[in-house]
């Protein structure tokens, strides 16, 4: 065999190679123009072929070093033809690579943890790798410093160590107003503690009453305390336990207190509206040039009068005053010369208005009994009480609305509730029924003043009542 016939011949010319070349790179290209669902599907899994493997194998490399540098991974070529394909401009510069990104890390020395169930600080002290010696030289460091051993389930506390492990600074958020840092220095630790200053702002609550006052209310988006001074600043004119009814509805524009645009408690009511059976009542919180604070009607009319309506919140009447009704425990009839509030033992009741204490203590059939002497023409009874509230007792003296005792069940009483008698001039009258006259107006030296404060409050609960319903169609 000769020389040149020991050589294989080539199986197929160059030009065939190349022609071949050619159509399999025309193929693959109209595959990714125009793909069928089964290319579409599993598009991610392919790859285009470069003009050689030289150049493909140097790209395959930049690309790699590009994903390690920026942990992120290297755009698919068919994200850079679908891009071609809406903004054909670019296809002839390659897309700059992205910059890397830099996750920000806190310093070496800080440390955090969290209050879990049964953590002390000594524990807390533990997790970040401090000894217990360092809790007992915290805590003697400073008499405010033991405001870190007072700890809440989810408070969190930040350490700042040293490279070796030593406590230079020691902070913790108690609330969302205030912080307590403990500091080392050469002279030892330094406590500060920071307060925040909330910013005042008003804030507007519209509710129409469905079953009770405090499901409303809570849709509302009022608070109990809330809620309970509207039942308090309308509880001259309303009686909550017998009066409301469905369809009721209520406008309050009250003082909310934002840190850092988060409300974290609330003020006074500055104003208000309540309709019930047709009727509305309008109050007004007014602070005199002597500094009094006091509710008023839209126009100026005091909305305090010599009794409230009703000595407990929200209770249910159970037995109304009558002079013919048959006891429930004697079996037999007997006048029943007051009013029955059924309430939850334990629940407040308050002075119906301003008067010396007759009596604190037992008293026959009505078990534990407050008397009160309202003047010269008017007394109130308060029976079965679970207890007297602190300071009052037997020739004290009340305020209205100021809580007195708590409802039980002591004396001839079938369950918790709250026996109240009222007298004019040493006769019983029916509570429900007595008219009491109002307390004095706004004076008239300071009547323009209140009106340019409560006529603006008016027509914005107008405003936001009309708003709120105009989004609501």
């Excluded at 409230?308 to 006048?335: C, E, Q, W, Y």
């Amino acid at each position: 065999m000769t020389k040149e016939s020991s050589k294989a011949p080539p199986l197929y010319p160059k030009t065939h190679l190349l022609a071949a070349s050619g159509i399999a790179a025309l193929l693959s290209l109209a595959l990714l123009v125009f793909p069928s669902s089964d290319v579409e599907a599993k598009k991610t899994t392919l790859s285009l072929e470069l003009e050689s493997p030289a150049e493909q194998l140097t790209q395959d490399q930049d690309a790699a070093e590009a994903v390690q540098a920026t942990n992120e991974p290297a755009a698919s070529p068919f994200a850079q033809i679908e891009n071609s394909a809406e903004e054909p401009q670019k296809t002839a510069q390659a897309a700059p690579a992205p910059a890397p990104v830099v996750e920000e890390k806190k310093a070496p020395g800080h440390k955090e943890v969290i209050v879990s169930k049964g953590d002390t600080l000594s524990t807390l002290f533990e997790k970040v790798g401090l000894p217990a010696t360092s809790v007992h030289e915290v805590l003697a460091s400073d008499k405010q410093a033991k405001q870190f051993s007072q700890l809440k389930h989810g408070q969190k506390l930040e350490f700042e160590l040293t490279p070796d492990g030593q406590l230079t600074n020691l902070h913790s958020k108690v609330s969302d107003l205030e912080s307590i840092t403990l500091t080392k220095s050469d002279k030892g630790y330094t406590f500060n503690r920071i307060t925040a200053k909330p910013t005042v702002r008003s804030a507007y609550a519209h509710g129409v009453i469905n079953s009770s006052l405090s499901q409303s209310a809570a849709r509302a988006g009022l608070s109990h305390s809330l809620t309970m001074d509207m039942a308090s600043v309308f509880g001259y004119d309303v009686d909550f336990a017998q009066d409301i009814r469905q369809g009721d509805e209520f406008d309050v524009i009250y003082e909310q207190k934002v840190v850092n645009g988060k409300a974290i408690g609330n003020g006074p009511i500055l104003s208000a509206r309540f309709t019930s059976r047709g009727k509305t009542y309008t109050a007004v919180r007014y602070t005199n040039k002597q500094g009094n604070s006091s509710y008023y009607t839209a126009d100026g009319n005091s909305m305090r009068k010599a009794f409230i309506r009703t000595p407990v919140d929200f209770a249910r009447i159970s037995s109304k005053f009558s002079m013919g009704r048959k006891h429930p425990i004697l079996n037999k009839i007997r006048a029943h010369k007051g009013v029955d509030y059924a309430a939850p033992r334990g629940t407040p009741i308050k002075a119906a208005g301003d008067g010396k204490v007759l009596l604190a203590g037992r008293r026959g059939g009505y078990g534990n009994t407050v008397i009160i002497q309202h003047g010269n023409t008017y007394r109130t009874l308060y029976g079965h009480m679970q207890g007297f509230a602190k300071g009052v007792q037997t020739g004290g003296t009340v305020k209205q609305g100021q809580v007195i005792g708590y409802i039980g069940t002591t004396g001839l009483s079938t369950g918790p509730h709250l026996h109240y008698e009222f007298q004019v001039n040493g006769v019983h009258v029916d509570p429900l029924g007595q008219k009491v006259a109002m307390a004095d107006p706004i004076s008239k030296a300071e009547r323009a003043r209140f009106l340019a404060q409560s006529q603006p409050l008016m027509a914005r609960m107008d405003q936001e009542k009309a708003t709120m319903l105009a989004s609501k169609r």
